[in-house]
């Protein structure tokens, strides 16, 4: 038979496991419910990259507006976003490929923004050395195919038909390469100074065949941040070889999922 000191120890212990368990629910953020979408591309592209997903969230009823990044300097690239985000009329779900995800990580915290959509892409915290971050885990393929001419980059043929576009017809991934926008060295010397993910509801694809970011990593960003993820069988360009599957995240973003 249990004895009042029992009784009470274990009365003590259950309120103290409801107060962990109500407060572990409390932190994993609820989307508030959206209609605007907004979509930033990486490097080696341009806004039109999003254009299947775009179809699709169109389709649903969104509103969605991709982001012509300048890949310039992360500053200039973060305002191109900011005037995008300030147009929007309500909560706007932000969404990054690759290298924007340091756009979303800081611009994120605009307050129209509502959550944070990040695909096979860069999630960096609060003036962390990205680059450093990258060199904990085995450089993928693509790295070594990025080629300067004086401080404007691009990715060879090659690797970006190889390491890059690998999962898309090769007709398609070569018009692609024919249209990627350069971007410059300075670029990729930005810090954030802030960490949207950590106050705004957060989602991550990762790129299970991934040859431009390490899916290793990208799980390691994703697990940090406490996103819902989902792994997806593709290439760096999941959205455009997997469209469906990243609609489908971005709409439960929105609170609102179909």
Known sequence: MMNRRTFSATLAASAAASLVATRGLAAIPVPTKARNVV????????????????TRLQAAGLNATSVQNPLTTLPEAVASAQRVLDRQDGPTVLVGHS???????????????????????????????YTALAKTFPTPPASAGIVFDGDEGRLSETAFLRDFAGDLPKEKARV???????????????????????????????????????????????????????????????????????????????????
């Open 39 to 54: 979509l930033v591309h990486g490097l080696f592209a341009d806004g039109s990259c999003w254009s299947e997903v775009i």
């Open 99 to 129: 290298f924007s995800g340091m756009i979303v990580t800081e611009v994120g915290v605009h307050p129209n923004v509502s959550a944070l959509v990040y695909v096979a892409a860069r999630a960096p915290d609060a003036g962390e050395d």
């Open 176 to 258: 692609l390469y024919a249209t990627q926008e350069p971007f410059q060295k300075a670029l990729l010397t930005g810090k954030t100074t802030h960490a949207a993910w950590r106050s705004k509801p957060s989602f991550y694809a990762v790129s299970t065949e991934d040859r431009t970011i390490n899916p290793d990593l990208e799980r390691f960003m994703a697990k940090r941040m406490g996103a819902k993820t989902i792994e997806v069988k593709a290439s760096h360009l999941s959205l455009i070889s997997h469209p469906g599957e990243i609609t489908k995240l971005i709409l439960e973003a929105t609170g609102q999922p179909r």
